[in-house]
């Protein structure tokens, strides 16, 4: 088994961590207040990426305690993947129904971290440079143990969507995975259940 670095035992923390939002949405929230607690805290989001890229100072305190979980291309000029996180609920909670929206939130927010821990740890067949296929299949086996007891969504959309969120993870996107993943997911699942 190889070790995972701490650095990134932090960000699948934070991963984990987020899956607090559609857990909260599910049992808590209709969507209209869900949107607007969403909508302020990726404003909130915003003005620190703003302010770290914008002031030396704000920069410093950012990177005294974060910059060690921050990924090479998000310390100049990207957005933190903790962002596009936010960003992906939001998006996801705002266009779609509760159900898809928390399934879609589930796959990225449960099933990424699953699919990196498995993968750096155990991972032996490679597909690229940094996935496996033992952590992809992590990814759609955790998405689908965190979903199926979701109601209102039958088994085989959560499959196809699990699967599909899997194969996005995948790939390299110009865009983060924690924004293309639930987007993506959810609209194939809704298409399929019209």
Known sequence: MNKIPQTELGRKFIHYLAALIPLTYHFFLDKKPAVIILSFVVAV???IEFMRF???SCRNIYNR????????????????GATYLLMGSLLVVAIFPKELAVIAMFFVQVGDPSACLV?????KIRLSRSKTLEGTLAFILSSLLVTWWIP???????VAGAVTAGVLEYFTWRL???LVIP???????YLMLL
């Open 152 to 158: 209102g969504v039958p088994q085989h959309v959560k």
């Open 119 to 123: 993968g750096m740890s155990i991972g």
């Open 54 to 56: 914008a002031i030396p």
């Open 183 to 189: 987007t993506v997911s959810a609209l194939l699942m």
């Open 65 to 80: 305690y974060f910059g060690k979980m921050t990924r090479p291309h998000e310390r100049t000029k990207n957005l933190t």
């Open 45 to 47: 989001m915003l003005i």
């Open 176 to 178: 983060d995975d924690n």
